[in-house]
């Protein structure tokens, strides 16, 4: 499936010490499967430390997952009403080290081949890796992209150029950077992405 808009970004995470954080509300969706941390310093969590999930102050072991971007926890089966979740973890700061326009994303999921004589003549196929890549283009401002080929980095590729916060978000390497300069022109840098986990779809 592919995706398209006009402008996106890229955050890195800075050189402060994740910061712990602990017990911190959410507010979950009218599904009440979807719960996200409310305070905005929390939204980027460490994936490199534990996160643990309370519902009614009753740690959670299982039936979720959490997404280290946006500050989610996503709940296999819906809670009650009256469930309150608070997580707690480390949180990390992120700056923006630059923008881009007209960017693409592609995304894929491998599958695997499980044809056999009692197919009857027909492929079979099985689900395998998911991922995704991206393209985009830029005005040139100095190397810090290029500087960091095949380091991971998030990527926020926003769908208009309003007040919207629809966006696409996730963690990718720079897999490629080609800097040109036509005659009479700006410096122009198209960059290549290759997605590392999910990509997910945020509102906020």
Same mark, same amino acid.
């Given at each position: ?12 995470? $800075? ?45 959670a072991? $299982? ?6 971007? +946006? ?7 819906? !809670? ?8 707690? #973890?480390?949180?990390?700061?992120? *700056? ?13 999921? *491998? ?9 009857? #003549? ?12 991206? %393209? ?8 810090? !992209?290029?500087e960091?080929?095949?380091?991971? !980095? ?6 208009? $150029? #309003? ?6 978000? +996730?963690?990718?390497?720079?897999? #490629? ?10 410096? %122009? ?10 990509l ?5």
């Open positions: 499936m592919a995706i398209s808009g006009k402008v996106g970004a890229v955050f890195l995470q $800075t050189e402060d010490e994740p910061a712990v954080f602990v017990k911190e509300t959410t507010v979950g969706n009218a599904e009440r499967t979807i719960y996200t941390i409310e305070n905005d310093a929390c939204r980027y969590l460490d994936k490199h430390s534990p996160i643990s999930v309370f519902v009614n102050d009753i740690a072991n $299982t039936g979720y997952l959490v997404e280290h971007l +946006g500050g989610v926890v996503r709940f296999t089966s819906a !809670l009650d009403e009256e469930d309150e979740v608070t997580v707690s #973890g480390k949180s990390i700061k992120v *700056d923006q080290a630059g923008g881009f326009f007209n960017w693409s994303a592609e995304l894929a999921a *491998d599958t695997v081949d499980i044809t056999t004589f009692e197919s009857e #003549g027909w492929k079979e196929h099985l689900p395998a890796v998911k991922g995704f890549t991206a %393209s985009a283009e830029s005005y040139w401002a100095d190397g810090r !992209l290029s960091r080929l095949a380091q991971e !980095l998030i990527v926020a590729l926003y769908l208009d $150029t #309003g007040s919207s916060k629809r966006r696409y978000e +996730g963690y990718a390497l720079i897999a #490629g950077d080609s800097i040109e300069l036509a005659v009479d022109d700006v410096v %122009s840098e198209s960059i290549e992405f290759e997605g590392s986990g999910n997910y779809y945020r509102e906020d």
